[in-house]
């Protein structure tokens, strides 16, 4: 997953992440969490931890979704929020993925074998076969409307997706690039590899949300979060700026 991040990117590790993250050869800008599953990091300075309740009304994800939208990232990577041993916190992250999607952040969520993006209404989105095998659109609000899916073996011309019914699952590529609008409703898209297939470290360019910054540099923000990455059981969560 080191393909996932460059020079320059903001880090922050959300309870357990930090192990992870230093497993990956990466030093947080910001280890922050409750730390219900993990001890406490030692030995960072003042701004570095951020210690949280356990009793709070959003998961530490959540809480670092929101200081990357506070801070002005224009796009952000969550890589560790897909899988693990709570199917409740990979659907967390979802509606995570969503809210900073509403915030005005891309928002995409990543493991080794998928990738997670929204369609959000005004916002086309041009998907890449890179090498994705299958890309499948679920609603997130009940119905979505107006959908259009361009450059597919199945293609779709303002189509209508409902929660209770999975038609816009497992297409693929007739082209490099398939365009997605949807009308009304947010939807989310996930690209995945074929039965079999292995990701390769390096063959997959993520694209990095760019905020600019004082100076006119830009950077990129990451979350690495527990649950994450699976690499030698590694679990990550990034974020872009």
Request: charged residues 25%; contains cysteine.
């Amino acid at each position: 997953m080191r393909c996932c991040w460059q020079p320059g990117d903001y880090v922050i590790a959300c309870d357990a992440g930090w192990h992870n993250a230093r497993r990956l050869g990466l030093v947080p800008d910001l280890v922050l969490g409750d730390f219900d599953s993990s001890r406490r990091p030692e030995g960072l300075g003042e701004g570095e931890l951020l210690v949280l309740p356990r009793e709070k009304d959003e998961t530490d994800t959540h809480y670092a979704a929101r200081l990357a939208a506070e801070k002005g990232f224009a796009q952000a990577t969550l890589l560790g929020a897909l899988g693990g041993l709570r199917m409740e916190h990979t659907l967390a992250n979802l509606a995570t993925g969503l809210w900073l999607e509403n915030q005005g952040v891309r928002a995409i969520l990543e493991d080794e074998r998928s990738r997670v993006q929204y369609l959000m209404p005004g916002r086309p989105l041009r998907l890449a076969r890179e090498n994705w095998t299958y890309f499948s659109l679920f609603p997130l609000e009940g119905t979505a409307e107006g959908v259009c899916i361009r450059g597919a073996k199945y293609p779709l011309e303002n189509g209508t997706l409902t929660a209770d019914f999975p038609l816009a699952v497992s297409n693929a590529f007739a082209a490099d690039e398939v365009e997605l609008t949807v009308a009304k409703g947010p939807v989310v898209v996930i690209a995945t590899l074929g039965d079999g297939a292995e990701l390769q470290a390096g063959e997959q360019a993520v694209d990095l949300f760019q905020n600019e910054a004082g100076g006119g540099k830009y950077s990129t923000g990451q979350f690495l979060q527990r649950k994450a990455i699976k690499i030698s059981a590694g679990v990550g969560f990034r974020s872009g700026a």
